[in-house]
């Protein structure tokens, strides 16, 4: 499995913008697939997208298409969560997570708290 460690959290005003970092150390193969989640108080876990770590293609939840972009860098084995436009319902603790096959994630950050104001 590989480790996981996320980075970047913190307090932003309602329309503003936030980089969350995700380094990963440990085995990394082509099939690997980056996916962020995130989880807000009294909610379930929530997709946000996912990453292929060959090829690069993204999948994005609905919620955030058009205002969040998943990346990679493969030279510092890191995956980031770009996002833009934030509303106050983006408020959530953000994970990042790693599945060395298909998208069973099976490794898993610490969590990123994100808090947007209004």
């Known amino acids: 499995q590989v480790q996981l460690v996320e980075s970047g959290g913190g307090l932003v005003q309602a329309g503003g913008s936030l980089r969350l970092s995700c380094t990963l150390s440990?085995?990394?193969?082509?099939?690997?697939?980056m996916g962020w989640f995130r989880q807000a108080p009294g909610k379930e876990r929530e997709f946000i997208g996912q990453?292929?770590?060959?090829?690069?293609?993204?999948t994005y939840s609905d919620s955030v298409k058009g205002r969040f972009t998943i990346s990679r860098d493969n030279a510092k084995n890191a995956a980031y969560l770009q996002m833009n436009s934030l509303k106050p319902e983006d408020t959530a603790v953000y994970f990042c997570?790693?599945?060395?096959?298909?998208?069973?994630?099976?490794?898993w950050g610490q969590g990123t708290q994100v808090t947007v104001s209004s």
């Open positions: 997570a790693a599945a060395p096959v298909g998208t069973v994630y099976n490794s």
């Open positions: 440990g085995p990394i193969f082509a099939s690997t697939t």
């Open positions: 990453i292929r770590w060959k090829g690069g293609s993204t």
